[in-house]
């Protein structure tokens, strides 16, 4: 049997949308061509913020200020957490749209549901869908060689599995 002073009930859940609220805060005095991408809260309070910009990559200096106000905001005494402010890395999947806008033009890896994958490189992105170009070498009917040939591939986010960047060297 637990008491009163069980570790469950030392501290108090956080609030996602407080955290949210939080960083928008900052990031609206700070830098607005920043944004969320995602944030998560444990059951043990460690809070991850992952942020992202319009263009450009996110300083250090950028998680910093995000942090600052949401460490200060939060009354340690009252809800102990562990609070993480990152970039969205370069080898996670795009989550947000603007992460889609952002990397127009560069080539991606489409993991779809149940058909495999699609490669090729984002040429638009709005708030429900994208669209990628990709290429493959197909027999033309009368030519002996095959050939090119370039196709645009409509998808919505919310009918694919992820997206992930081609990284190359």
């Keep these: 049997m637990r008491g009163d002073n069980s570790p469950l009930f030392l501290y108090a859940m956080i609030n996602k949308s407080r955290i949210e609220e939080l960083a928008q805060e900052r990031i609206a005095e700070h830098d607005p061509a920043l944004y969320i ?16 910009r319009e263009q450009g990559s996110v300083s250090i200096e950028d998680c910093v200020a995000v942090s600052r106000n949401i460490e200060h905001n939060l009354d340690r005494e009252a809800e102990d957490f562990a609070l993480e402010v990152s970039s969205a890395g370069i080898d996670q999947p795009l ?14 890896k489409v993991k779809l549901p149940e058909k495999g ?21 197909k027999a033309i009917e009368g030519r002996k060689k095959k050939e090119w040939v370039t196709q645009s591939v409509p998808l919505k986010y919310n009918e694919i599995k992820e997206t992930k960047l081609v990284i190359t060297f």
């Excluded at 889609?100 to 991606?108: D, H, L, S």
């Excluded at 869908?129 to 990709?134: A, C």
Aim: charged share 30%; net charge neutral; glycine share 6%.
């Design 95 to 108: 989550r947000v749209y603007k992460q889609y806008i952002k990397n127009i033009g560069r080539p991606v």
């Design 117 to 137: 994958s699609l490669e090729g490189t984002i040429v638009k992105a709005d708030e429900t869908s994208f669209v990628i170009e990709t290429k493959e070498k």
């Design 37 to 52: 991408v995602e944030i998560k809260i444990s059951g043990s309070n460690n809070i991850l913020v992952e942020i992202d």
